[in-house]
């Protein structure tokens, strides 16, 4: 009997230390892939972001507030700004560059890509209800963090973007709305 107890014991104690081990390694990695899905729609406004054309200045982009939500969870985790800049018209697109901040509870991390965006073929609709108008992408494998806050004071990572924005009642004028259901993947190194 003593034995029974005492190799229930050691059971315990090897997966309780189990679990602590499998729990302080997800703490170790939390964080470190973000899926950031920015939704709403935002009227335009004029903003300066980091520099972008390499002359050491701020530049001028047109600007978008919205929500952003834990594409997991689907729960709202802050505000979330995306800036346009440098557009240019390509065939029946545009290519541009993004700015995008998202204010998140642990700081603010703001990433930059060189975005395509293109009319739908197909009428698309949101799961949310939303019909789109043009589908957006970005990616880079070098580092896409151009600046950050609190956690992200330092970070250095990749960020992707898979969007659908609509853009019916854009065109081009301070207080236009852009609608966006945009999904970020961001790897923090």
Do not use: W
Not at 46 to 63: F, K, R, S, T, Y
Request: glycine share 14%; with cysteine.
């Amino acid at each position: 009997m003593l034995n029974l107890k005492g190799s229930s014991i050691l059971i315990g104690c090897a997966l309780l230390l189990s679990f602590s081990l499998q729990a302080e390694n997800k703490s170790d990695n939390a964080g470190k892939h973000l899926v950031l899905n920015l939704v709403g729609t935002g009227t335009m406004y004029e903003n300066m972001v980091p520099g972008i054309d390499g002359d050491g200045q701020d530049d001028l982009a047109m600007c978008f507030d919205v929500q952003v939500f834990d594409a997991h969870t689907n729960r709202a985790l802050g505000k979330g700004t995306d800036c346009l800049a440098m557009v240019t018209p390509t065939g029946t697109g545009v290519a541009l560059v993004g700015t995008t901040y998202f204010h998140l509870p642990g700081g603010t991390l703001i990433t930059r890509g060189k975005t395509s965006v293109q009319p739908v073929f197909h009428p698309t609709v949101t799961p949310r209800g939303q019909v789109i108008t043009h589908i957006t992408g970005a990616s880079s494998d070098g580092n896409a963090i151009v600046g950050g806050t609190g956690r992200f004071a330092h970070a250095k990572g990749t960020a992707r973007l898979s969007g659908m924005v609509s853009m019916a009642n854009f065109s081009g004028d301070v207080g236009d709305p852009i609608s966006f259901d945009c999904l970020f993947v961001v790897a923090l190194d």
